[in-house]
């Protein structure tokens, strides 16, 4: 779609932004509300008047989108148009923490993965066991089992007549698959989600033909921020030279 040439050398309305990106004029009025592009200057008859660091500002926008999310992305770019870069830059801080913390829990899961399929289960009875039992058996003590618990690694159920944990046969494999990964060095809560990503799978078999997918959508998220931030990098430039134009 060819977008429309503005009426005025250097002056935007709002279909002439819109267009550019298949959106609707109106979107365009409404992100300028919410505080995501910077305020527009009216003409004497009320009308908006957009500029080229209008633009730069929606396209960075619009490419923050897609590795942030629009909450986030609305949060960077309002706090950029208020002048707070340090905000704007710890909200990116923060989608990159979480980028990687996926990353650290897909590693995980394939470790587990790996795990499941590869190492023959050793014949266990299918009859539940007391956490002392499985505490011997993994050669740690009680007191780690209960931590695993309160930290949703595992989730034993209760003897209706006693009141103590009991494992299934389940149970005690999540316990050993968990035994191995904290010796591998990974945190608790990333065990957690990786036996609940198991548990919801239905086993081992489905959610390993979904880790390639998964995988790819990691990159193709971490390649959309850099996307995004040479596209914000290119509206504070953009703003930069506005203003020093401006004094």
């Known amino acids: 779609m060819t977008a429309t040439k503005p009426s005025n050398h250097g002056v935007r309305r709002p279909v002439d932004l819109a267009r550019v990106h298949g959106l609707s004029a109106q979107a365009v009025r409404n992100y300028e509300r919410d505080g995501v592009l910077p305020p527009a200057q009216r003409s004497s008859n009320g009308y908006r008047r957009f500029t080229e660091v209008h633009a730069k500002a929606l396209n960075a926008y619009l490419a923050l989108i897609a590795g942030h999310g629009y909450a986030a992305s609305g949060e960077i770019m309002r706090a950029v148009n208020r002048g707070e870069i340090d905000t704007a830059l710890r909200t990116i801080d923060n989608s990159h923490a979480l980028l990687q913390r996926d990353r650290e829990t897909l590693d995980a899961v394939e470790t587990a993965v790996a795990l499941l399929t590869e190492t023959k289960p050793q014949p ?67 065990i957690a989600d990786v036996l609940r990503r198991v548990r919801d799978a239905g086993g081992a078999g489905p959610l390993a033909a979904s880790l390639g997918q998964w995988r790819q959508r990691l990159t193709e998220r971490g390649q959309a921020m850099l996307a995004g931030a040479a596209r914000l990098a290119e509206y504070l430039d953009a703003e930069t030279r506005a203003t020093v134009r401006t004094h």
Do not use: F
């Open 124 to 190: 266990q009875s299918r009859k539940a066991v007391p956490i002392s039992v499985l505490a011997h058996r993994l050669g740690v003590r009680p007191a780690t089992l209960r931590k695993w618990e309160r930290a949703g690694v595992l989730r034993p159920v209760r003897d209706p007549a006693t009141g103590y944990r009991v494992y299934s046969a389940d149970d005690v494999r999540d316990a050993e698959l968990s035994h191995l990964l904290r010796r591998g060095g990974y945190r608790l809560d990333h």
